[in-house]
Nanobody, 121 residues
């Protein structure tokens, strides 16, 4: 069983910053890719940022220059530093990861339960 647990969400004023964390736990041999998605009320879930096992990052156009994804391999944790937050960044933010289980040649995709980020004055 693999679990992803997000933390760091909350209420912040426009222009402020938050840092989200997502820690993976359980039985696995390797994490191939980790990323962040978000879903605002009444909207579909959308990609925010991803980071491959090799360290390549990808960002949604709406967050480029404001958000930074990073990871700590020793802690199996991925982070999302969010700066210059806007009201339109308000959403539930979900962690996502492709995880290799023992004896598996293909990764299994996992989601965290999500953490709420609200940007409001």
């Amino acid at each position: 069983q693999v679990q992803l647990v997000e933390s760091g969400g909350g209420l912040v004023q426009p222009g402020g910053s938050l840092k989200l964390s997502c820690a993976a736990s359980g039985i696995f041999t390797r994490i191939n890719r980790m990323g962040w998605y978000r879903q605002a009320p009444g909207k579909e879930r959308e990609l925010v940022a991803t980071l491959t096992g090799g360290g390549s990052s990808n960002y949604a156009d709406s967050v480029k220059g404001r958000f930074t994804i990073s990871k700590d391999n020793a802690k199996n944790t991925v982070y999302l530093q969010m700066n210059s937050l806007k009201p339109e960044d308000t959403a539930v933010y979900y962690c996502n990861a492709d995880v290799f289980r023992p004896y598996s040649i293909t990764p299994v995709n996992h989601w965290g339960p999500g953490t709420q980020v609200t940007v409001s004055s």
